[in-house]
């Protein structure tokens, strides 16, 4: 599976971004899929999955959304009401089985986005 992530930018504390994430693969519908960040001198933390329930870090429940369109195999992180502390590179993960918060038991990782917000 190859993931190419999509959508970051330097925006303002409050506005939103649309990150994407395209996959190839024939079986993606089956695949679980992540969001992970990392921000300089910091750990690379888990944002959100999906396969067939979403699932969230608590910093970020109630302003981003994680969804998936099979159809088009793509998956996709809404943010709203970004915060400076937001500010990361923004990594898309992909795994046949695992969905967990353990950025090291994700399989494949796309190439991440850039995600700057000023205050």
């Known amino acids: 599976v190859q993931l190419q992530a999509s959508g970051g930018g330097l925006v303002q504390t409050g506005d939103s971004l649309r990150l994407s994430c395209a996959a190839s693969?024939?079986?993606?519908?089956?695949?679980?899929m992540g969001w992970f960040r990392q921000a300089p001198g910091k750990e690379r933390e888990f944002v959100a999955a999906?396969?067939?329930?979403?699932y969230y870090a608590d910093f970020v429940k109630g302003r981003f959304t994680i969804s998936r369109d099979n159809a088009k195999n793509a998956v996709y992180l809404q943010m709203n009401s970004l915060k400076p502390e937001d500010t990361a590179v923004y990594y898309c993960?992909?795994?046949?089985?695992?969905?967990?918060?353990?950025?090291?038991?994700?399989?494949?990782w796309g190439q991440g986005t850039q995600v700057t917000v000023s205050s």
């Open positions: 999906i396969k067939w329930q979403t």
């Open positions: 693969g024939r079986t993606f519908s089956s695949y679980s």
């Open positions: 993960a992909a795994d046949e089985v695992v969905i967990t918060s353990r950025s090291s038991e994700w399989h494949y």
